[in-house]
């Protein structure tokens, strides 16, 4: 599996798309592959997930929506995945891009970046299939890269100038 058919199967139709919908849409397109091309998917899947195990992009979401599990930010980091290869590569290098993005996904009137199991759709086909799981692919760490972020609100709008004036706290 390319870099491109991985950005292709992932990657919503319109940004306001809810949760539901895009992991449908994506249990149908890998449905099609062979396990194989399963197993390639979810690898690329565990990467990028990895590439964004980082504090800075948790800060962002806990700007955003006062994301502090472990299990949030996983869904956290399935919808930046799922906004496509070119945001996904922005908010690695800048978190506070996301202050940029015009339209979020809402849950009650309230932003609502998060798709849960969206990691779990290839690993689910596959089980069904075969009877077995996918290969594992471990994380590498225990912790995310590089320095917690500041619960402090001076610190948060200095480090999310665009995200703390998008969701004012």
């Given amino acids: 599996m390319t870099d ?4 292709q199967l992932v990657t919503r139709s319109r940004p306001e798309q809810d949760q539901q919908s895009l992991a449908d849409n994506l249990k149908q397109q890998l449905m099609s592959l062979t396990d194989e091309e399963l197993a390639a998917f979810d690898k690329h899947f565990s990467q990028q997930m990895r590439r964004a195990y980082q504090w800075s992009i948790w800060g962002a979401a806990y700007i955003v929506t006062g994301c502090d599990s472990e299990y949030g930010f996983a869904e956290f980091r399935c ?5 496509g290869e070119e945001w996904f590569e922005s908010v690695l290098q800048d978190p506070d891009a996301l202050g940029n993005l015009q339209q979020w996904p809402e849950k009650d009137g ?11 759709i290839a ?6 299939r075969t009877g077995e799981e996918l290969p594992f692919v471990p994380s590498g760490q225990a912790t995310p890269q590089g320095k917690k ?3 402090k609100k001076k610190q948060l709008k200095a ?4 995200l703390s004036a998008r969701f004012p706290f």
């Fill in 159 to 162: 480090t999310y100038p665009r």
């Fill in 79 to 83: 919808f930046l995945i799922s906004l």
């Fill in 123 to 128: 690993g689910q086909i596959f089980e069904d």
């Fill in 4 to 7: 491109t058919e991985f950005w």
């Fill in 110 to 120: 309230y932003a609502y970046p998060f798709i849960e199991e969206y990691d779990l």
């Fill in 149 to 151: 972020f500041s619960h």
